[in-house]
C-alpha cells in the first residue's frame, strides 16, 4: 500500500529524513515511533503529498507522491498532531464542510458526514457545536473530519496525546474498527502504551532513519510473546531458554525473560513442561505484557549492537 525509497528531507538547519526506505502492508495499523525530534511527523507530512522531498520516493496505492499529490489527498486522511477544528460550527456542520472540501455534492456531503459520525460515535452529537465537546470528543471529530471521504490510507501524528484512559481506549477501539473497514492507518507516537493494543507492525525512527531499516512484525502468527518469572535467581536463564528450539530470547536478566516463541499452546505446553524438568523455578508464565515496549527495545538494541 505504501512503498518509501531513500527517502530525503532538508530543513534549512537540518537533514530530517535520511534515506528512508519501509513499506507497509494493506489493512494493517503500522505505529511509527521513536524519540521527539526523530523524524516521524516529517514522514508522515511526506506521505500525505504535503512536503516535497529533497531526494527519494513515495508511491501510495500505486501514486507517487511527487507527480498525483491531489490523487493522493483525495484517497488518504491525515491528522496532523495539532488540528484545528470550527468552534462555532456544529459536529454535522464541520463534517459537511470537511466533505465539500474534498469535492462531494451538497447531497453527498450530507450523507458522508452522518456516516463518518457514526463511526466514531457522534451521532447523538451532530447539533453541538464543536466547542461544547470535551477533548476525547473533539479527537473523534477531528478523525471523522479525516475520513469523510473514505480514505484507502489514514495518517495520525499523536493521535492519543492529551487524552484521558477512557478516551484513549475508545481511540484503540475506533482504530481497529476502521482497520476492519478495510483502512490501512500510520500512527505516530512515542508513548509506546498508547499503541500496544492495536498495531500490527511497528517502524522504530531514531536520528532520521528506521532502525532496522524495516518494520517490525508484532503480531505474526503462530509467534507469541512470552514473559517467564522464577522464584529464585539464575545466571543461566537466557542461555536454557536459547537452547529450545522456536526460542528467541528478547530480554532478560537473572529472575526473568522475554522471548518469542515459534509455535502453538502445544509449544508453550512443552516448553513450560521442559523448563521445569531442568530445575527452574518458576512463579509465572504467560503473553508478555507491553509486547510492543519489548519489541521496541529488542530492534534497538540490536541496532546499537551491529553499529
Given amino acids: 500500500m505504501i512503498e518509501v525509497e ?9 537533514r530530517a529524513l535520511k534515506g528512508i526506505g519501509l513499506s507497509v502492508r494493506p489493512n494493517t495499523i503500522t505505529a511509527l515511533v521513536g524519540p521527539n525530534g526523530a523524524g516521524k511527523t516529517t514522514l508522515l507530512r511526506c506521505l500525505a503529498a504535503l512536503d516535497t522531498p529533497y531526494d527519494g520516493t513515495v508511491h501510495i496505492a500505486g501514486l507517487n507522491t511527487r507527480d ?15 488540528y484545528g477544528l470550527y468552534d462555532a460550527l456544529s459536529v454535522e456542520r464541520c463534517l459537511i464542510f470537511a466533505a465539500l472540501a474534498h469535492g462531494f455534492t451538497a ?21 453541538n457545536p464543536a466547542a461544547e465537546l470535551s477533548r476525547g ?32 481506549r475508545d481511540l484503540s477501539k475506533l482504530l481497529v474498527s476502521l482497520k476492519e473497514s478495510g483502512m490501512t492507518l500510520v500512527v505516530s507516537s512515542h508513548i509506546l502504551s498508547e499503541l500496544e493494543d492495536y498495531s500490527d507492525e511497528m517502524i522504530i525512527m531514531e536520528d532520521g532513519r528506521v532502525v532496522g531499516g524495516a518494520p517490525v512484525q508484532l503480531r505474526q502468527q503462530q509467534r507469541a510473546l512470552i514473559r517467564v ?9 537466557a542461555a536454557l531458554l536459547s537452547r529450545h528450539s522456536g526460542v528467541e530470547v528478547l530480554q532478560s536478566d537473572n529472575v526473568s525473560a522475554s522471548f518469542r516463541l515459534l509455535g502453538d499452546a502445544q509449544s508453550r505446553v512443552s516448553l513450560l ?4 524438568a531442568e ?29
Fill in 68 to 82: 498525483s499529490p491531489r490523487a493522493i489527498h483525495a484517497l488518504l486522511g491525515y491528522l496532523p498532531d495539532f
Fill in 273 to 276: 513442561r521442559a523448563l521445569v
Fill in 6 to 14: 531513500n527517502l530525503v528531507y532538508e530543513y534549512p538547519s537540518k
Fill in 229 to 237: 518469572q522464577l522464584a529464585s535467581a539464575r545466571n543461566d536463564l
Fill in 137 to 168: 470528543l473533539r479527537q473523534r471529530l477531528a478523525i471523522a473530519q479525516a475520513i469523510v471521504h473514505e480514505p484507502k490510507v489514514v495518517l495520525l501524528d499523536e493521535p492519543a496525546a492529551g487524552l484521558d484512559p477512557m478516551a484513549r
Fill in 107 to 127: 447531497a453527498k456531503a450530507k450523507e458522508a458526514a452522518v456516516m463518518a459520525a457514526e463511526r466514531v460515535g457522534l451521532s447523538d452529537r451532530l447539533a
Fill in 279 to 307: 530445575g527452574l523455578e518458576i512463579v509465572s508464565f504467560g503473553d508478555a505484557p507491553h509486547q510492543l515496549e519489548a519489541a521496541y527495545f529488542a530492534e534497538v538494541n540490536r541496532e546499537a549492537q551491529v553499529s
